[in-house]
């Protein structure tokens, strides 16, 4: 018989890549707190506190926002599983992995698949949306608000109208951006949405936050058919998340404990004071990385602060520099997806991560790294370019 | 805008319901263990030990078991998702809640499917699967081994020799049954299971474990179409959990651990000592719950040692009685569920939670609750007839 095998004795990973990102001490303290019932009248108020603090980070007044007991995927596929029935049409914008993943999704659940390709590292223009639907009856256009295989942030606005001049749901992939960049569901007009909880939540993975407009839990309830998953059936979650707190499956009782105090933990710091500390080390980490030599793969006015994709330096093997960022310095760093494999590194500062002292712990070991791989960096260059930034954002 | 809800402090409850039981203390603590990527090799070789643990748990040879990132539902619907394909038709014997799940997944996946359905708090006898099987191609039989809405263990070994002649596969429900009772798939012929982590494992809610046998995968990669989940595609999955490592979801990092930890926690014990521990500390319950006047559900051949069914007494209304013990007490335990609604108490001794203090714990908070509601129950009949169970079983 196998031995039994040791005891759990994790490294302490800085985590830089495209998530999971670092966990705020407070979240993990909370996953660890008394275990109750799924449906102990604590757990009850627990689960509304999570409803209201989600609603005012996805800026949205709708009460139909909770998360989904799976990772992030699954808020994907909980979305398109509610809302595509076989035969409708569904236009999904793809500029990288998880649009592709969408349209993926779609045709497995019998939809009409229109896709809308741009290459990777570029974002979706309204009209390239528009000409696909091509004012055909749609019932859904799909778009990622933040690209986690590119780093590339999407306008959701244009597309939300041009969406709804044919009646369609608009379906925005929110997993990297909720929390790292404003998400406004309401004023932009996005119907449904989902998230996961390790990215710019500063939480584990395991859970993913979804948000329905009253139009979507229309459509939805107005199916034709059953939905194909009874897991992610909308409305027999919601009859458990709200309302009269039907017995569905079990939840994630410390997943949830942890969700609520990520989001308790954003809502303290302030939601303004959240996206300028990622704007801020956002633009020290790229001063830093140009300083040394590198080049960025995303045009300045589309990059996300939450998420850099950078080129991997002529000569570098990434696999060997990621790994040994790992094995000697205990940092994770992202390789690229996609078409963007073996070409880009994926370097994360999100939720907790977003600091300072990540900031020049990278650079410096980066320096450390390109050196020993024969690169040609200029000493300190990477730190004196990131403390640039901070002085002059500090004297302002 | 509200206000940002207060700091999580949940009340300490002893959990004797149907799941979530009592979690171990070293499962909380790995929980909030450093979180590391879901790609890290510290974490590759956690997943490798994981996988090697549930399969002695679940008495299989085949690698092909890992848990699925969702609660125990999840698992169902993986199994099931994977296996019917639209238009095949499926056996379901159905004597609880769950097995009426398997159904409603059944026909939701274009499944045609053919139900046995015996009365609540019943075993389902094979010649009833073979009668429905009436010698037609069947690709699945489905039964739940220990169902948790009755508290009745199903044996399985001669359902898949039924299902084998018409080479059906067998999938079974091990949600409340594993670490509590026996599992053995290879000897029964078990091709699919499904468990959950917060019933006998002693970990919170969060993960499903599940097994396939050779058989099940070639099926599965044999389908005509693909799978309509591709968060629960298995063949997705797998190459995740095991050979080339593929990318597919972000694995719930903390929750893995929490599961090793908890099988860690079982294997020191051993599970023959586990096993034993159930069956004693339920003889000493229904003991003092007899002698108490209460009268269980389920003939004691069928009965599971990890989940009684206990009547409720005439006159008593069974919501003030669960709130009464969870107010007064902080004890949780379960009501009946469909046909048994209103009329069962259910009454969980899972994982950590069968020991002799809980025992006497629930028992004399039992009497207290049931004289206040003017039962008149011998003063502290229930605690000696456990004692003397339990002294029995030490002088042997």
């Given at each position: 018989?196998?031995?039994?095998?040791?005891?759990?004795?994790?490294?302490?990973?800085?985590?830089?890549?495209?998530?999971?990102?670092?966990?705020?001490?407070?979240?993990?303290?909370?996953?660890?707190?008394?275990?109750?019932?799924?449906?102990?009248?604590?757990?009850?108020?627990?689960?509304?506190?999570?409803?209201?603090?989600?609603?005012?980070?996805?800026?949205?007044?709708?009460?139909?926002?909770?998360?989904?007991?799976?990772?992030?995927?699954?808020?994907?596929?909980?979305?398109?599983?509610?809302?595509?029935?076989?035969?409708?049409?569904?236009?999904?914008?793809?500029?990288?992995?998880?649009?592709?993943?969408?349209?993926?999704?779609?045709?497995?659940?019998?939809?009409?698949?229109?896709?809308?390709?741009?290459?990777?590292?570029?974002?979706?223009?309204?009209?390239?949306?528009?000409?696909?639907?091509?004012?055909?009856?749609?019932?859904?256009?799909?778009?990622?608000?933040?690209?986690t295989s590119t780093g590339v942030a999407q306008e959701l606005q244009e597309i939300a109208q041009v969406a709804h001049e044919v009646e369609a749901l608009l379906l925005a992939d929110c997993v990297t951006s909720l929390g790292g960049i404003p998400v406004a569901l309401d004023t932009w007009g996005v119907d449904l949405a989902y998230a996961g909880t390790q990215k710019c939540l500063s939480c584990p993975p395991g859970l993913a936050p979804v948000s329905f407009s009253q139009r979507a839990i229309e459509a939805i309830r107005t199916r034709r058919h059953k939905v194909a998953s009874w897991y992610l059936d909308a409305t027999l979650l919601l009859n458990y998340w709200s309302g009269e707190r039907v017995y569905h499956h079990t939840a994630p009782v410390n997943m949830v404990y942890g969700l609520r105090e990520a989001l308790r933990v954003v809502m303290q710091e302030g939601l303004a004071q959240v996206y300028a500390r990622h704007q801020l080390h956002h633009r020290a980490l790229v001063a830093g990385l140009e300083a040394m030599g590198l080049r960025m793969l995303v045009s300045p006015p589309l990059r996300l602060p939450q998420l850099n994709t950078v080129e991997v330096p002529e000569g570098v093997d990434d696999v060997w520099l990621r790994r040994t960022l790992l094995d000697d310095f205990n940092i994770e760093i992202g390789g690229g997806l996609g078409a963007f494999k073996g070409k880009a590194l994926r370097i994360g500062l999100m939720g907790h991560g977003a600091r300072r002292e990540h900031v020049v712990t990278l650079l410096s070991a980066l320096e450390s790294v390109l050196g020993a791989a024969g690169v040609n960096v200029p000493g300190g260059a990477g730190v004196h370019a990131a403390n640039q930034v901070w002085h002059a954002a500090a004297s302002r």
């Open positions: 018989m196998d031995p039994i095998p040791p005891q759990l004795d994790p490294p302490s990973r800085l985590l830089m890549g495209p998530g999971p990102s670092p966990v705020h001490p407070r979240v993990l303290a909370a996953l660890s707190a008394p275990t109750v019932g799924h449906l102990d009248p604590y757990f009850l108020a627990i689960m509304d506190e999570t409803r209201t603090l989600l609603q005012r980070l996805f800026g949205t007044t709708s009460a139909l926002s909770f998360p989904v007991s799976g990772t992030g995927s699954a808020g994907m596929e909980a979305c398109l599983a509610n809302a595509v029935e076989p035969g409708d049409r569904v236009v999904i914008a793809q500029n990288g992995v998880f649009g592709g993943r969408m349209a993926d999704m779609v045709e497995r659940l019998g939809g009409d698949l229109v896709r809308v390709e741009v290459p990777f590292g570029q974002a979706i223009d309204p009209e390239r949306v528009r000409a696909a639907i091509a004012n055909k009856p749609t019932k859904l256009v799909g778009i990622v608000h933040a690209e």
